[in-house]
């Protein structure tokens, strides 16, 4: 199985997520960090405003990690249920 990042827009959708995949606290970060094995998930803020801070030290002791964005706001189209796969036309980067 690859490595697996799964970064969130806030904290609260990370802690969300991890009581439903139930995966526990990793105390050794200084931001809210859970996961389990290989898996690791993290709150990177509202636009990626922590994402530069917070990058390297998710990245230790990962290989090559799948890096997902996940959420749980719902707020993009009513037709979406639980478990909706969204696929953006494009990804924007700070640079």
Known sequence: MSDVLVL?????????IARELELPPLRDFTF????RGTVRL???GLRATLLNQRWASLLDGLR????LS????G?????????SV???????SPS
């Open 70 to 73: 996940a959420g749980v706001c």
């Open 86 to 92: 969204v696929v953006p036309e494009s990804v924007l």
């Open 32 to 35: 809210p960090v859970f996961g």
């Open 42 to 44: 993290a709150p990177m």
């Open 8 to 16: 969130t827009g806030v904290e609260l959708e990370t802690r969300t």
């Open 64 to 67: 090559d990690p799948l890096v």
């Open 75 to 83: 707020g993009l189209d009513p037709r979406l249920t639980s478990g």
